[in-house]
């Protein structure tokens, strides 16, 4: 649990992405440090796609946690980030902690629109999240098929506990001036292949789970061929040559910077799922 120095006290803060794989971590440290959590999705009437609906979730907020959906280097991001986060500002809600990827060069606009707003900004700069193997769209194939078809090669990647995210964004909320204007990076503790990752998620779970590397054009027409628009097909397929390119194949030490321990295992991950259920056929 992230201590809170006690200035934020009762505070309220906005979570955007609250049922999310962070947001609803996010929502859930937030809480057990003493603030008042606003849930905010589409669930529940704010969108990101839709100006109306921002200012009833900023007013009398007094900080707010971003999440851009589906991704903080869309082509849109930049300009919708910055214009709720300068509304934010005239409403009197100062506090911005904005999730971005770390190595993510398409990401990068949108955390200057963001500085560029006026806000008391930090942003939280993940590697790929733990949690894409329990969580989101990539479970399913796993679950059912047994097989995670992913254009990944061979590139080593610290997956971080999303946990761990919350943990840092909560103490970047509650620390006052202490993170204020500035970038943290957080990644896990150690250096996986996709392969590797799924293979300690088979170890945990008792069932024989693979990794197919593909290369990352033919990962797009799978996606095409699950009905994901031309446009999006694009910005992922470059996405993925980028950031899988080796580039991260390195780890950051965010979380122990800013919490004074050091991240959760990958593998303490997987069998806490795992008896959770998550990959029961
Ligand atoms: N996955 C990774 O490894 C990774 C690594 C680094 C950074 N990131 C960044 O993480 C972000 C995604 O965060 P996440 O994985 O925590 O979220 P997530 O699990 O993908 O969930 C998305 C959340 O956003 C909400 N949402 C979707 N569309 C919305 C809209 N138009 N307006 C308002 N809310 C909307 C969803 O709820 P509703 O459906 O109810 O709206 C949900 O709460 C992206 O910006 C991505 O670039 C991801």
Redo the contacts with the bound molecule.
Sequence with gaps: MTQNTGETQGSTVLV????????SRVAEAARAAGLTVRAA???RG????DGSTWPQVLRGADAAYL???????APDAAETVGRLAREAVALGVRRLVL???RGEEQARPTEEALRASGADWTVVR?A??AQ?FS??PLVAELREYGELVFPAGAVREPFVDARDIADVVVAALTGGERYVGQVVEVSGARLLTFGEAVAEVAAATGRELSYRAVPAGEYGERLAGFGVPPEEVEFLVGLFETLLDGRNAHLSDGVRQVLGRGPRDFGDFAREAAAAGVWKP
């Design positions: 955007t992405g609250a049922s999310g794989r962070t947001g999705s589409r669930a704010f969108d990101w796609h999440v851009y959906p589906s991704d903080v280097g999730l971005s990827a993940a790929w999240f894409n969580e989101g």
